[in-house]
Each structure stands twice: as structure tokens, then as C-alpha cells.
């Protein structure tokens, strides 16, 4: 009787469980097709002008925040519109005489200000930068990436058109460095054709990913960045969908990353991130899910289905586990698979989509070279780590940054050219 009693719950779960990774992968899928079809046009210039705080917090980056404050200050937009910001974060190297001698703004921000951290850093910096009331929008960088020269214009345009959140088409900086960088540029243009552009084309929100983000003054006063959060661009991502704030994607407006070189570099990125998200998704999928059912936002619902991507491997785990337990009861992907007619044939066709048809499409249009395509084909090496990346994740103390050593000097002059 025990048995029966513990029996038909698992075989629930199991089956829920199942359900869920079905049908958001077959969500994602679906959406990914708007990426095959002509990217939504971009808003003309609206002739006038916003003016911008251009927002770049940096921790002892002397190795490459020059090259980051030669691609803000030659922007393509009127110098008088403008302010480029450094907020040099407890800098014990050359960052803050580099960021003068280049003619920026810089705010030293130190332990007499605060504890150190991205977060707290912008915060202290946004403060100031919004006591001068002069500005419309707020931009935020990383000392490691680069602006393409019009960014500010695609988003003066974006503004103009009435958003007030935007994240700009994230690229590799340094993608012939190493294989590394190379598989995560072919992600990059995936990522970019088959989910932020069919999210932007049907009304969704964007994901932020920390640079190339633009937010107009008000939402910058009003929701600031979290300082508890490992992952403080996802956590907003979050908190602006609990609170209705859509967030746009600018394909014209390019911001360049650094990717990790090594591949100890990307397992403590990736672990970090990892950790973030679980403590994102901790805080705000009840949120999201709440504001879904209550009001009907399918962007929160939307948001929510993201969100709980962060419980996916634990999710996988328990579902296997649970479908051994109960092997010999109902299936329900064995049942789409072996009753559905012509699931077999389908499923086969669908799984060639993401597998071959995208990297080839978004490889293509991006303009990559042979050697970026070639590399995408490795990234099922980089896959084999999200497992241990998770399990390291669970147990990664919440305080923990896992700093990237930053080292990479290229310039946007060797990028630009490219768009």
C-alpha cells in the first residue's frame, strides 16, 4: 500500500516534469522560427537629441579600460550630448589616471564611499551623475567591452520611439584569440537572430547582459541595480518584468565583450552566473508567475518560463530519476514519440532546426568567417561542463564574485569596420 501511495505521485511528477521541458523547449523552438524571416525595422532618427550619461564602472582594469574609453568618447554622436563616467572601484592601479588622461568624468569610488562591487559602484555613480540633472538616459558599460560608434544614435532613436529599457546586439570582441572565444562568438549570432531578435519582433522583452544597456533616467532612479545579486543585469532583467517595464533589443546598436580565453575563465564566469541565477530565480519567478495569471502579461509569463531555465538541470535530474522509479507506468514524451502520427519524422526534422539549419543561418548573415562556424561544432565541449557548473553553482557562496582577469587589447577600430 506504501508502495502505491509513493507510486502515483512520482508518476505525476515525473509526467509534470516532462511536460515542462517539453513544452518550453518546444516554446523556444517555435519562437526561434521568427528569426528566419526579415528583422524588424529599426526607428528613423528622430532629429532630436537625448542626452546621455554613459555609466563604466571598473576594478583595476589598467590592461584594457583605454581601449573601452577610446570607443565611448569617439562615438558617433555630438560631444556636447554626452558624458562618458568612470567609476574607478576601489582601483589600487593606473584605471582612474588613464580614465582622466582620456577625458572622461571619473569618480573614485572607495572604501570611505563603500563596500567594493560592480552594483554598489554604479549605484554611488548613477547618484551623482543624476544629481547634475542634465541627462535622459543612462548607459552602462564594462571596462572589457566596446561601443561601436553608433550606439548612441540607435539608441537616441529607440528612446525617441518611446522605450525606456534597450539592450544593444551583444558580439565577440576577441574572437581570433582563441577557440574558446570562437565557439561563444558563434553563440553570440544564434543567440541574436533566433531569440533576442524574434523576442524583440513580437513584442517580448530582451535579456540584459550587463553592457550595451540603456535605460531612460527615470527607470534608472527608479529601479537601481541589486548590490546582492552575482548576476545584478539578470536580476534587473527581472524586477523591470514584475513591474511591467519591456525591455527592447537594438540590433543597430553593437556593443563588443570580452569572452574568456581559458577554459578555467569560463567555468568560474559560468559558475558565477550560475549562482546568480539560482538566487534570481529564487527571488522573482512567484513574482512573475503572479503578475502572469493576475493582470494577463504574457511578458511576465514570458519572463517566468526564462527564469525557471535556472532550475533546468535539477529539473532533468529529478525527472530521470523519477521516470526510472516509475518505468513501467505512462510516459509522455515516449507517448508523443510512439503514438502521435508522424511524431517520429517530426521530432527528427525539428532537432536539425537548432543543430544545423541556425548556426548556418546566423553564422551567415553575421558575416562570420569559416573558422567561427567551424567552432560551433565544438560547443557540445563547453555543454559537458554545465552539469559540474551547476552542482558548483548550488554550493558557491552568494558573496563571491570570481573575478575575470581582463586582458584583451583590441580596439574598436579593428571591429567597427565589420558592421
Known amino acids: ?48 537629441k537625448a542626452v546621455f550619461a554613459v555609466m563604466l564602472p571598473a576594478y583595476n582594469e589598467e590592461k584594457v579600460v583605454k581601449y573601452s574609453l577610446e570607443s565611448l568618447l569617439g562615438l558617433a554622436y555630438p560631444r556636447e550630448a554626452f558624458d562618458v563616467w568612470l567609476v574607478a572601484d576601489h582601483c589600487t592601479d593606473a584605471t582612474a589616471e588613464i580614465g582622466e588622461a582620456a577625458g572622461a568624468r571619473v569618480l573614485r569610488y572607495g572604501p570611505a564611499d563603500g563596500p567594493a562591487g560592480k552594483a554598489r559602484a554604479l549605484n554611488w555613480g548613477t547618484d551623482r551623475a543624476l544629481a547634475y540633472r542634465r541627462y535622459d538616459a543612462f548607459c552602462y558599460f564594462d571596462a572589457d567591452s566596446l561601443a561601436h560608434p553608433g550606439f548612441l544614435k540607435a539608441m537616441n532613436a529607440r528612446l525617441a520611439a518611446g522605450e525606456t529599457a534597450i539592450q544593444g546586439r551583444q558580439l565577440a ?38 553592457k550595451g544597456i540603456c535605460l531612460s533616467a527615470a527607470v534608472a532612479d527608479a529601479f537601481r541595480w541589486d548590490q546582492h545579486c552575482l548576476t545584478e543585469d539578470l536580476e534587473l532583467q527581472m524586477r523591470l518584468a514584475r513591474h511591467g517595464v519591456r525591455i527592447a533589443w537594438a540590433a543597430d546598436a553593437v556593443v563588443y565583450d570580452e569572452e574568456p580565453v581559458t577554459l578555467a575563465q569560463y567555468v568560474k564566469r559560468s559558475i558565477r552566473w550560475t549562482r546568480g541565477s ?59 514519440y510512439e503514438v502521435l502520427p508522424g511524431s517520429r519524422a517530426a521530432l527528427k526534422a525539428l532537432s536539425l532546426a537548432p543543430l544545423l539549419l541556425y548556426p548556418s543561418t546566423a553564422i551567415l548573415l553575421a558575416g562570420e568567417g569559416a573558422d567561427v562556424f567551424a567552432a560551433y561544432f565544438l560547443h557540445p565541449v563547453l555543454l559537458s561542463l554545465r552539469m559540474p557548473v551547476f552542482v558548483a553553482g548550488l554550493f558557491r557562496s552568494r558573496d563571491y564574485w570570481g573575478r575575470t582577469e581582463h586582458a584583451s587589447r583590441v580596439a574598436i577600430s579593428e571591429l567597427a569596420d565589420q558592421e
Open 1 to 48: 500500500m506504501t508502495e502505491y501511495l509513493l507510486y502515483y505521485p512520482a508518476l505525476f511528477a515525473a509526467n509534470l516534469l516532462q511536460a515542462f521541458l517539453f513544452f518550453t523547449g518546444l516554446y523556444y523552438l517555435f519562437l526561434s522560427f521568427r528569426g528566419l524571416a526579415r528583422p524588424p525595422a529599426s526607428p528613423r532618427d528622430p532629429g532630436t
Open 173 to 210: 570582441k576577441n574572437k581570433r584569440e582563441g577557440l574558446i572565444p570562437r565557439i561563444l562568438a558563434a553563440g553570440h549570432c544564434i543567440t541574436n537572430r533566433f531569440f533576442q531578435q524574434p523576442k524583440e519582433a513580437w513584442g517580448l522583452s530582451a535579456t540584459f547582459h550587463g
Open 278 to 336: 539560482l538566487d534570481t530565480a529564487r527571488r522573482h519567478l512567484r513574482g512573475l508567475w503572479a503578475r502572469a495569471v493576475l493582470k494577463g502579461d504574457l511578458r511576465a509569463l514570458e519572463a517566468g518560463v526564462y527564469c525557471a531555465q535556472a532550475y533546468k538541470f535539477a529539473v532533468v535530474l529529478l525527472a530521470a530519476a523519477l521516470i526510472y522509479y516509475t518505468r513501467d507506468g505512462f510516459n509522455l514524451v515516449l507517448w508523443f
